[in-house]
């Protein structure tokens, strides 16, 4: 069984930075992935990264956020700077292993972002 514990939310003003982590225990991840539910809308992949080292970023966040592995402390983390009232919402990491039957996908329980005016 895979644990995913996500930490770093908060409240920032408009133009502030915040750094969100992801530790997750138990397995060997293929691929992380941050994502967010805004209020009132749908969940969405935020940032993600491959084993192999490949990102992708949902088109919102390019240039103001940045997903990168920390391997001395095993854990994924989102650097996001720049941000906008619009970047509020719960956080989630996404810790997903590749098995023969398919993706197995592990949540944590997310982390609150509140970006002020």
């Known amino acids: 069984q895979v644990q995913v514990v996500e930490s770093g939310g908060g409240l920032v003003q408009t ?11 138990g397995s060997s991840i293929d691929r992380w ?3 967010r539910r805004a209020p009132g809308k749908e969940r969405e992949l ?3 990264l491959t084993r192999g080292g490949d990102t992708n970023y949902a088109d919102s966040v390019k240039g103001r956020f ?3 592995r ?3 402390q095993n854990t994924v983390n989102v650097q996001m700077n720049s941000l906008e009232p619009e970047d509020t919402g ?9 098995r023969t039957n398919g ?3 592990y949540w944590g329980q997310g982390t609150q972002v509140t970006v002020s005016t």
């Open 15 to 25: 133009g502030g930075s915040l750094r969100l982590s992801c530790a997750a225990s």
């Open 33 to 35: 992935g941050w994502y």
């Open 46 to 48: 935020v940032a993600m």
């Open 66 to 68: 940045t997903i990168s």
């Open 70 to 72: 920390d391997n001395a």
């Open 90 to 98: 719960v956080y989630y990491c996404n810790a997903a292993i590749r």
């Open 103 to 105: 993706w197995w996908n």
